[in-house]
């Protein structure tokens, strides 16, 4: 079988309806851009006590929040572009690594600072009036 007739029969095998559902998942392009969202959370509440500190973090809602300075806080995507895993903030190297291949990113704007991943996380805004802070994009 040449590579034209391995790739034919390949989307041949992705359209039948009868082949077992992990042939269908792989067949299926996984989207790892980041969700939609807009909620608040209340930093007085101790939930989201991590978020009152300089170098604290929390992921909510799909999203990684990251309390950069005392007054900046970063939102990225808490999904790897690479394989979807779950990420985590390195406060000591202003980083969002990674743990399953070693991507990673630009803890400020999410580009991507090194391993596997095709692209930057997707950033949100965040603003803080009082205590609640307003997470959107
Ligand atoms: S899933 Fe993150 S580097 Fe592979």
Redesign the pocket.
Same mark, same amino acid.
């Given at each position: 079988m040449d590579r034209k007739d391995f790739l034919k029969n390949s989307a041949a095998l992705c359209g039948l309806a009868l082949i077992p559902s992990g042939i269908i998942q792989s067949c299926k392009k996984q989207d790892y851009s980041g969700p939609n969202v807009n909620f608040t959370l209340d930093l007085s509440q101790s939930a989201n006590a991590a978020l009152n500190s300089v170098g604290g973090s929390l992921a909510v809602n799909g999203v990684l929040i990251m309390r950069l300075d005392p007054s900046n806080f970063s939102v990225l995507s808490a999904t %790897?572009t *690479?394989? =979807? %895993?779950q990420l985590g903030y390195n406060s000591g190297m202003s980083k969002v690594t %990674?743990p %399953? *291949? =070693? /991507?990673s990113f630009n803890a400020s704007n999410g580009s991507v600072l090194g =391993?596997? /991943?095709p692209t930057a996380l997707k950033k949100y805004t965040a603003t803080l009036n009082g205590t609640i802070l307003t997470v959107a994009g």
């Open positions: %790897c *690479h394989q =979807g %895993c %990674c %399953c *291949h =070693g /991507a =391993g596997p /991943a």
